[in-house]
């Protein structure tokens, strides 16, 4: 997901492999017709029918949302309440037990990215979660969901009940005008910060609304009942800055926000650390903190974030107007010797108007490395994350 966030993670398009096939046995949104109605194009991506691209395509969706407001439907994802079973502190202190991250430090109306790990510290998912008072809301990948809750529900029972949400929809509003365009419908939203979450009525419906994102743009998530999801959003697109934007500029969008998305940038193999996740791993969880370790992986990932690891994820910036994709393998020299790394996103950056790419690599390598692009290989920029400003409101 990513910090984003929420969405964390969350949609997008460098697994060419999940766009194969045919569109039978799939999920559909609740929006589908809406979809269809605005021109979609919809494809296969983690069990669901999704739309991909609009008729304005995906590099103006892209640019429309890093200049106005973009209309995201992200109902795949999954919401899951985690309601205490005695009292908050106990589901707080479970909670915390599962990731290397500060539960018992989110305030009530306060959300946070989060990292499941697992027993060698590898990332089995990375996640948002929301301190509601008396509860704790999850959002979670969608193609990781069904293992999450699985997970939760393995780990969390005595703690908690592990309630999946399945009758509301999700949608992201992202860019510099989407304040504006939500204020009109929920003024209260204005006064909200980045990670403050908040439950807003709106034409009778409950809003459970977030400040947060997978752009780098300020932007809210809505999540909404079923049945008043399709009003909301004609809501929304009815503005004239707001346009539909599609799977194709999330992941452009999230790749310039030098975000992760789940199973390429992170999976079960890369810890926090070396994937450039530090930051979420707050002082208390750390050694001489508060409540140092006690999470899976503990061993491996405190140990990497006192000498520091193996390897690291990198910004690439690919010389020429030619993208490298995921899976290009890079290597320290133009001739000769053993492959060094590779690439796990990359494309074309609408808004910096060149090929943006991340990658691991040795994390000691520094300057240029060579990436092999149909037998060639062709000189890469280590560049530093984000390649394009975030403009969240602190």
């Given at each position: 997901?990513?910090q984003?966030?929420?969405?964390?993670?969350?949609?997008?398009?460098?697994?060419?492999?999940?766009?194969g096939?045919?569109?039978?046995?799939?999920?559909?949104?609740?929006?589908?017709?809406?979809?269809?109605?605005?021109?979609?194009?919809?494809?296969?991506?983690?069990?669901?029918?999704?739309?991909?691209?609009?008729?304005?395509?995906?590099?103006?969706?892209?640019?429309?949302?890093?200049?106005?407001?973009?209309?995201?439907?992200?109902?795949?994802?999954?919401?899951?309440?985690?309601?205490?079973?005695?009292?908050?502190?106990?589901?707080?202190a479970a909670?915390?037990?599962?990731?290397?991250?500060d539960?018992?430090?989110?305030?009530?109306?306060?959300?946070?990215?989060?990292?499941?790990?697992?027993?060698?510290?590898g990332?089995?998912?990375?996640?948002?979660?929301?301190?509601?008072?008396?509860?704790?809301?999850?959002?979670?990948?969608?193609?990781?969901?069904?293992?999450?809750?699985?997970?939760?529900?393995?780990?969390?029972?005595?703690?908690?009940?592990?309630?999946?949400?399945?009758?509301?929809?999700?949608?992201?509003?992202?860019?510099?005008?989407?304040e504006a365009?939500?204020?009109?419908?929920?003024?209260?939203?204005?006064?909200?910060?980045?990670?403050?979450?908040?439950?807003?009525?709106?034409?009778?419906?409950?809003?459970?609304?977030?400040?947060?994102?997978y752009?780098?743009e300020?932007?809210?998530?809505?999540?909404?009942?079923?049945?008043?999801?399709?009003?909301?959003?004609?809501?929304?697109?009815?503005?004239?800055?707001?346009?539909?934007?599609?799977?194709?500029?999330?992941?452009?969008?999230?790749?310039?926000?030098?975000?992760?998305?789940?199973?390429?940038?992170?999976?079960?193999?890369?810890?926090?650390?070396?994937?450039g996740?530090?930051?979420?791993?707050?002082?208390?969880r750390?050694?001489?903190?508060a409540r140092?370790?006690?999470?899976?992986g503990?061993?491996?990932?405190?140990?990497?974030?006192?000498n520091?690891?193996?390897?690291?994820?990198?910004g690439?910036?690919?010389?020429?107007?030619?993208?490298?994709?995921?899976?290009?393998?890079?290597?320290?020299?133009?001739e000769?010797?053993?492959?060094?790394?590779?690439?796990?996103?990359g494309?074309f950056?609408?808004?910096?108007?060149?090929?943006?790419?991340?990658?691991?690599?040795?994390?000691?390598?520094s300057?240029?490395?060579?990436?092999e692009?149909?037998?060639?290989?062709?000189?890469?920029?280590?560049?530093?994350?984000?390649?394009?400003?975030?403009t969240?409101?602190?």
């Amino acid at each position: 997901m990513g910090q984003g966030l929420a969405c964390p993670g969350g949609a997008g398009l460098s697994d060419r492999r999940n766009l194969g096939g045919g569109m039978s046995d799939l999920l559909r949104l609740g929006l589908h017709d809406l979809h269809l109605r605005l021109g979609a194009r919809m494809v296969p991506f983690a069990g669901y029918e999704m739309p991909v691209q609009y008729p304005a395509g995906v590099m103006k969706e892209h640019l429309h949302t890093r200049a106005a407001a973009g209309l995201f439907d992200v109902s795949h994802m999954g919401q899951v309440i985690l309601r205490p079973k005695s009292n908050m502190a106990t589901l707080v202190a479970a909670l915390e037990s599962l990731m290397p991250v500060d539960v018992a430090g989110v305030a009530q109306g306060r959300q946070r990215y989060g990292l499941f790990t697992n027993a060698n510290g590898g990332i089995l998912d990375d996640l948002m979660f929301a301190n509601r008072g008396d509860h704790m809301l999850v959002v979670v990948n969608a193609a990781c969901k069904a293992d999450d809750i699985a997970h939760m529900q393995a780990h969390l029972s005595e703690a908690a009940d592990v309630i999946p949400v399945t009758d509301r929809a999700l949608l992201a509003l992202q860019g510099p005008m989407a304040e504006a365009a939500l204020a009109r419908l929920v003024p209260a939203v204005a006064a909200m910060r980045f990670m403050d979450v908040g439950v807003f009525d709106w034409a009778g419906a409950d809003l459970w609304v977030s400040r947060s994102g997978y752009t780098g743009e300020d932007g809210f998530e809505i999540s909404i009942q079923d049945n008043a999801a399709l009003a909301l959003a004609e809501a929304l697109l009815a503005m004239p800055e707001v346009a539909p934007i599609g799977l194709g500029a999330r992941d452009s969008l999230r790749l310039e926000a030098g975000l992760c998305l789940y199973g390429h940038d992170i999976d079960t193999e890369t810890s926090p650390v070396e994937a450039g996740l530090s930051w979420a791993i707050q002082k208390a969880r750390r050694t001489g903190g508060a409540r140092a370790g006690g999470f899976p992986g503990a061993d491996r990932i405190l140990n990497e974030l006192a000498n520091g690891p193996a390897r690291r994820r990198v910004g690439l910036r690919p010389d020429g107007r030619a993208p490298m994709r995921e899976g290009t393998v890079l290597f320290a020299t133009p001739e000769g010797g053993d492959p060094i790394g590779i690439v796990t996103s990359g494309g074309f950056g609408p808004s910096v108007e060149a090929p943006v790419a991340m990658g691991f690599i040795p994390a000691d390598t520094s300057g240029t490395v060579y990436g092999e692009v149909r037998g060639k290989r062709l000189p890469v920029t280590i560049a530093p994350l984000p390649f394009h400003p975030t403009t969240y409101k602190r």
